[in-house]
């Protein structure tokens, strides 16, 4: 017997006190993502449809870091990053843009309309989206990332974020003319296996606090972010972009269960492996493999996830430290021999 669902997750990060104080709030914004996401997949039935269906529940929620919710450059700018892919190994990615309220459609938009895989910045991308006739809406930061960010800069001049010991000695000068952050990273992202065993993997995020602008982050580099292949499974990554991109977290997932790990084995062995070159803190990933059992890891204290499948009767999310992921059904042996 096999499953078909989806799991999505809303970042990876610590425990700080703003996070705890919206916990509910995100388990709930949590579940309805995934439940869309799953009603999608039984009505549509494409595992492509639920990933972005889901992903846009968390864009729109403006509680995640994506879309509406996007965090800030050090220059008080929003520029998101969003990937996508199937397991026939479609793909489109954008970075560094601003210029879609759902940045992860504009990514759909770029696989489904254009040649290429990967655009970056707004000036191509506007031309691009005129092409197509994508609706362009402009990514404003929100009133509470604006008191975020000034929180940030503030801690940033007092030389209290560790994050970017290169960029600040960059950027010393910049900030005592002007106006970085412990923070929880709450990228968003779905990966999903539909009831013929195709799988799709997505991600979107406004990046890390206080990137330099011009920085593209892991959400949307294909491998290292997402990875989707129907002959494996697909993943969904989320952390410190620079060190996801430094192990290829997604792919390595995927070369996992490639080779015939399931999917939970094959994200807390390429957890392990970004443990052990790049040390604790840096990122969780999720997973599903094509016979429908899903994964994820983390190294970080947390990571904010929602499973649903057709063996649940519901959504179920995890966020807290404490909390497990919800039970699979077991898949028999000999549906899970090796197939290239
Ligand atoms: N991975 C994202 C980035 O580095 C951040 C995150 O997952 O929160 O841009």
């Not at 705890?20 to 009603?39: D, F, N, P």
């Not at 991308?125 to 092409?131: E, R, T």
């Not at 799709?200 to 990875?227: F, H, M, N, Q």
Request: with cysteine; glycine share 10%.
């Amino acid at each position: 017997m096999s499953d078909y669902g989806i799991v999505v997750h809303g970042g990876a990060g610590s425990l700080t006190p703003s996070s705890k104080s919206t916990i509910s709030l995100r388990k709930r914004i949590l579940v309805q993502a995934a439940s869309v996401g799953y009603e999608s997949l039984t009505k549509r039935g494409s595992s492509l449809d639920a990933i972005v269906e889901a992903i846009k529940v968390l864009e729109d929620s403006k509680v995640f870091n994506a879309g509406s919710g996007s965090s800030l450059t050090l220059e008080g700018k929003v520029t998101a990053d969003a990937a996508l892919m199937t397991g026939e190994l479609r793909c489109g990615a954008i970075g560094c843009a601003s210029i879609a309220k759902n940045p992860i459609s504009l990514a759909r938009q770029v696989m489904d309309r254009s040649d290429h895989v990967f655009f970056v910045g707004n000036e191509g991308l506007q031309k691009f989206a005129d092409a197509t006739g994508f609706r362009q809406e402009p990514l404003e930061p929100t009133n509470e990332r604006l008191k975020q960010y000034k929180k940030n800069i503030r801690l940033m001049k007092k030389g209290a974020v560790k994050t970017w010991p290169k960029n600040y000695r960059l950027v010393k000068n910049y900030l005592q003319k002007n106006q970085l952050s412990p923070e929880t990273s709450d990228t968003v992202g779905a990966v999903a296996v539909d009831s013929t065993s195709k799988v799709s993997a997505g991600v979107s995020t406004g990046g890390r606090w206080l990137k330099l602008p011009g920085r593209v982050g892991d959400s949307a580099v294909i491998g290292a972010g997402i990875y989707a292949d129907d002959f494996a499974g697909a993943a969904s990554a989320t952390g410190a972009g620079e060190e996801i991109i430094r192990v290829c977290l997604s792919k390595t997932v995927c070369d996992l269960m490639r080779i015939g790990a399931d999917a939970q084995t094959a994200c807390e062995a390429a957890i392990d492996i970004l443990t052990a070159r790049r040390g604790y803190g840096t990122a969780g990933v999720i997973a599903v493999d094509r016979f429908g059992r899903f994964g994820s890891a983390r190294n970080t204290e947390m990571l904010q996830c929602s499973f649903r499948f057709r063996s649940m009767r519901r959504s179920v999310a995890v966020v807290l430290p404490s909390e497990n992921p919800p039970k699979q059904i077991k898949v028999s042996t000999d549906l899970t021999r090796l197939n290239f």
